[in-house]
């Protein structure tokens, strides 16, 4: 079965700064690639997502990229705020996402210090 | 995105008891709704796949016997955590589209 691994486990930033989570996938028919950021007690809240036929996706502070032949994915966040601190998890199913289970990585907790 | 309710929020029961808990899609008919587990401090464990009119897939180390789901309707999924234990207690989370999850349910087992 599909394997993510995530990378770094926790990361500190001052605001204003950038950061950057990075996951592997082992499944390589994996096609969709979301990110969620969980906040404490809270369900996790879809960010940004990408398919595997582009290479990179970017909405306003966050964008994420996609080497299908390296097998990663990237979030990255620049211009961080406090409020950008939680838990960020990447996934990869095989699917469009609408019927299709998803494999988590296991979770980034970003800090943003002011 | 998707609207995905769940009920109870929160529950905190006595060791041997069940517990069931609801899923629902309010915005849209799911034939398939997905349960996850998480434990404190650690990822989103897919436990399970619930098909509607048919009977759920189980994730391997999942106890199907343990884990009962029901997807009766289009709109509703339940999952009835069955004579409960103390390492039961988790964060039991549904997924309606794939994409979007359900609040999430806190089960406490004492």
């Known amino acids: 079965g599909e394997n993510v691994e995530q990378h770094p486990s926790t990361l500190s930033v001052q605001e204003g700064d950038s950061a950057v989570i990075k996951c592997t996938y082992s499944d390589s028919a994996s096609n969709y690639f979301p990110w969620y950021k969980q906040e404490l007690g809270k369900r996790p809240q879809l960010i940004i997502d990408i398919r595997s036929n582009v290479g990179e996706k970017k909405d306003q502070r966050i964008a994420v990229t996609l080497n299908k032949t390296a097998k990663h994915f990237s979030l990255h966040i620049t211009e961080t705020q406090p409020e950008d601190s939680a838990v960020y998890f990447c996934a990869a199913s095989r699917g469009t996402g609408t019927a299709s289970k998803l494999t988590f990585g296991t979770g980034t907790r970003l800090q943003v210090t002011l | 995105g998707a609207v995905v309710s769940q009920h109870p929020s929160r529950v905190i029961c006595k060791s041997g008891t069940s517990v069931k808990i609801e899923c629902r899609s309010l915005d849209f008919q799911a034939t398939t709704m997905f349960w996850y587990r998480q434990f404190p401090k650690q990822s989103l464990m897919l436990m399970a796949t619930?098909?509607?009119?048919?009977?759920?897939?189980?994730e391997q180390g999942v106890e199907k016997d343990k884990f009962l789901i029901n997807h009766a309707s289009l709109t509703l999924s339940t999952l009835t955590v069955t004579s409960a234990h103390p390492e039961d207690s988790s964060f039991y989370i549904c997924?309606?589209?794939?994409?979007?999850f359900g609040p999430g349910t806190r089960l406490t087992v004492l």
């Open positions: 997924s309606a589209s794939g994409q979007f």
């Open positions: 619930s098909n509607e009119g048919s009977k759920a897939t189980y």
